[in-house]
C-alpha cells in the first residue's frame, strides 16, 4: 500500500500539495485517509496482493463482464486496492481519498468538476486532480464499504435526514436511566425499521460526534482544522463509551441491534478493574470500545450479554459514570479515537492552541496512542451527595469534584503502522488508573 501510495504521490502534484497540507495544517497523514487504490489487472500484481493475504470482495460490472475486482485485507487496517481490467492507462493508479462531506470539500477546494451521485446515498464521488496517469478522486460513504452509484431517492434521504435529527435532538436527561434508555432505544428501532440498521447506525454516530465534540476543546480546535481542508472527521478510528456495570449487557444489546459483531475482550481484572468489549459494525467500518468494571471472577463468564450485579467498590469506569451519566446517555462519549501523525499533532496542538498531550500510554512502531489533556467538567451536587451517602467517596474527594469538577473527555492521538488494528491491553490499563478522577486534583 505505501509502495502505492508513495509512487503516486510522486506523480501527482495536486496530491502531494494536499498530503503536505494535511500534514502542516491538521497533523494527519495522507495514507491514512486513502478509500481506494486502482491499479490495472495484472496476473503478477493479483499474486502479490494474494500473497500480502488479500482477497477478493466484490466486483463492479460492466454489461455481464467485471469491471474492477476489489480486494480487501481482512487481517489489518488497509485501504481496499482495486484491479481494472485494461481501463486506465499503463502504469496508471487511481487513488480515493475519504471525507465526511463531499460538499463541505467541493466548497474549500472549488473544483473544476462535479459531485457524481445524490446527497444522502450510500457512495458519492468527486473527480478532483490528474497527474503523469493517475488520478485523485474524494469519495463520501454512508453505511456501506462498497463503491457504486446508487439512483437517487429522496423520500429515503428526508427519513435519514429526519431520523438524523432525532438523534441530534435526543433528551438524554430525564432523571431515570431506565426512562433515557427507553428512548434511545425507541429512537433506534424507529429508524432501523424506517432506513435499516446500516443507516441507523451511520447517522447514530454522526450525532455522537457531535454531542461529544460540543463538550471537548481539543475536539472542537481539531475538527475545525480539519474542516479548513473539508475533511471532516472520516478519519476516525474508534468511538469509546463507559458503562455502569448495571447497564453494560443492554448497551451491547443496543450496538447488536443496529448490526455490529463483537470482536476481541479485554481483560484486565484484578489489575486495573476493568473489562472491555470491541464491537465493529461490518458494512459501516465504525468501531466501538466499550468500558465496564470488571471483577477477575467474572473474566470467563460471557460479560458483553450476563448481567453484572451492582457492586459497592468503584473502579474508575464505575466512578466516572457516577459522576457524569452513562456515556450512550447524559455523558456521552469518552473519547474518539482518530488516526494522526503522532508527533506532528502534539506538536502542533501544544504551540497553536495550548493544548496539552498527555504522556504516551502506547508507544510501538505500530501502535501509538496518547490522550490530550482531560476536559473538565462540573458534577452535579446529587450525584456527589449520593456517592457520599454510600460512601464511596471520601469527603475530601466530594469537596474536590465541588470545586473543581472531573475529568469527563477526551481526543485520542493515534498513530497506526503496518495495518495494526488491535489495541494494547497494558497500555490501556495504565491510561484507565492516570485518569481515575480520584487522582486528579
Not at 488520478?135 to 463503491?147: G, K, M, N, T
Request: net charge negative; aromatic share 10%; glycine share 8%.
Amino acid at each position: 500500500v505505501r509502495e502505492l501510495v508513495d509512487d503516486f504521490l510522486s506523480r501527482c502534484p495536486e496530491a502531494a500539495t494536499l498530503a503536505r497540507r494535511m500534514r502542516d495544517e491538521t497533523g494527519t497523514r495522507f495514507v491514512d485517509w486513502v478509500d481506494d487504490v486502482t491499479v490495472n489487472h495484472t496476473t503478477a500484481f493479483e499474486a502479490r496482493l494474494s500473497a500480502a493475504g488479500f482477497v477478493q470482495a466484490g466486483a463492479e460490472r460492466s454489461g455481464d463482464r467485471p469491471r474492477i475486482a476489489s480486494f480487501v485485507q481482512p487481517q489489518g487496517m488497509f485501504p481496499a486496492v482495486r484491479l481494472a481490467q485494461g481501463t486506465l492507462d499503463d502504469g496508471g493508479l487511481t487513488v480515493a481519498l475519504k471525507v465526511e462531506s463531499l460538499a463541505d470539500f467541493a466548497a474549500v477546494h472549488q473544483p473544476q468538476n462535479d459531485i457524481e451521485g445524490h446527497p444522502f446515498s450510500e457512495f458519492r464521488w468527486l473527480p478532483f486532480a490528474s497527474g503523469d496517469r493517475t488520478s485523485l478522486d474524494i469519495v463520501e460513504r454512508h453505511a456501506s464499504r462498497h463503491a457504486g452509484l446508487q439512483p437517487g431517492d429522496p423520500t429515503r434521504s428526508i427519513l435519514r435526514l429526519h431520523h438524523l435529527e432525532e438523534f441530534r435532538s435526543r433528551r438524554r436527561y430525564l432523571g431515570v436511566s431506565e426512562d433515557e434508555f427507553e428512548l434511545v432505544e425507541g429512537l433506534i428501532d424507529s429508524a432501523i425499521e424506517a432506513v435499516g440498521p446500516a443507516w441507523a447506525t451511520d447517522i447514530f454516530f454522526a450525532a455522537e460526534r457531535e454531542y461529544w465534540q460540543r463538550r471537548n476543546r481539543a475536539a472542537q480546535f481539531q475538527k475545525a482544522r480539519q474542516d479548513r481542508l473539508g475533511l471532516g472527521w472520516a478519519n476516525h478510528d474508534h468511538h469509546t463509551y463507559r458503562s455502569s456495570r448495571r447497564h453494560f449487557a443492554r448497551l451491547i444489546g443496543l450496538w447488536e441491534k443496529l448490526g455490529f459483531e463483537r470482536r476481541e475482550r479485554f481483560y484486565a481484572g484484578a489489575e486495573a478493574g476493568w473489562g472491555a468489549q470491541i464491537c465493529e459494525h461490518p458494512e459501516c467500518g465504525i468501531i466501538t470500545f466499550n468500558d465496564v468494571d470488571l471483577s477477575p471472577d467474572e473474566l470467563v463468564t460471557d460479560f458483553a450479554h450476563e448481567p453484572l450485579p451492582e457492586r459497592h467498590a468503584l473502579g474508575t469506569v464505575g466512578l466516572w459514570c457516577a459522576l457524569h451519566g452513562e456515556s450512550i446517555l447524559q455523558a456521552g462519549m469518552h473519547h474518539l479515537e482518530c488516526q494522526f501523525d503522532f508527533d506532528a499533532l502534539k506538536a502542533q496542538m501544544e504551540s497553536e492552541a495550548n493544548i496539552k498531550v498527555m504522556k504516551p500510554f502506547t508507544d510501538f512502531p505500530h501502535l501509538r496512542q496518547a490522550f490530550t489533556e482531560g476536559e473538565r467538567w462540573p458534577v452535579k451536587d446529587e450525584r456527589i451527595a449520593a456517592l457520599l451517602a454510600k460512601s464511596q467517596i471520601t469527603a475530601e474527594q466530594a469537596d474536590n469534584f465541588r470545586r473543581n469538577g472531573a475529568i469527563g473527555s477526551h481526543l485520542e492521538n493515534l498513530e497506526r503502522n503496518e495495518g495494526f488494528k488491535g489495541f494494547n491491553q497494558k497500555g490501556v490499563s495504565d491510561i484507565i488508573a492516570r485518569t481515575d478522577p480520584r487522582n486528579q486534583v
